[in-house]
């Protein structure tokens, strides 16, 4: 969830490339106590169509297992203690808000949120992960998984 914008509707300008690019809030109920940490993986899948892969906006790992937001702006200066923003397709860690070329219709962008069964894991901070990589190369710590998707269209 997220209280800055709805869910499968458009995302508000000013989260984007075109505005301030602050970063969304974020909220999540997931609860087991086998939860130690999460990972958020924003992409967006459009991109495929452009560069020829899922674009990824927002890598953060070691989100601690207690921590169940993000706050508006939290990027760079306020993420929870403990977490780490790793570089996304920019090559910068730190969140890229949407960005679509125009003229390339609605884009589409994944929030993924993972509940990891340990409280660190040992990833390169310094490149990009996608979703389908880090599911992959993880599998045996993920718990549990919830996303919502937000629409933008320059």
Do not use: Q
Not at 10 to 37: A, F, G, M, R
Not at 133 to 152: C, D, P, Q, R, V
């Amino acid at each position: 969830m997220s209280n800055s914008f709805v869910a499968d509707a458009n995302i508000p300008i000013k989260y984007s490339c075109y505005s301030t690019e602050v970063s969304p809030h974020l909220k999540w109920e997931i609860t087991s106590d086998t939860v130690k940490s999460f990972v958020l993986i924003m992409e967006d899948m459009d991109a495929i169509a452009i560069v020829g892969y899922p674009y990824v906006h927002w890598n953060v790992y070691n989100i601690p297992g207690s921590v169940r937001e993000i706050a508006e702006g939290a990027t760079l200066r306020a993420m929870p203690a403990g977490s780490i923003e790793g570089a996304n397709d920019d090559r910068v860690p730190k969140y890229s808000g949407p960005c679509p070329p125009t003229g390339t219709g609605t884009h589409h962008y994944y929030f993924a949120l993972y509940a990891i069964n340990t409280e660190t894991l040992a990833v390169n901070a310094n490149r990009s992960m996608k979703r389908s990589e880090f599911e992959k190369l993880y599998a045996s710590n993920i718990i549990a998984k919830t996303e919502i998707i937000g629409l933008y269209r320059p």
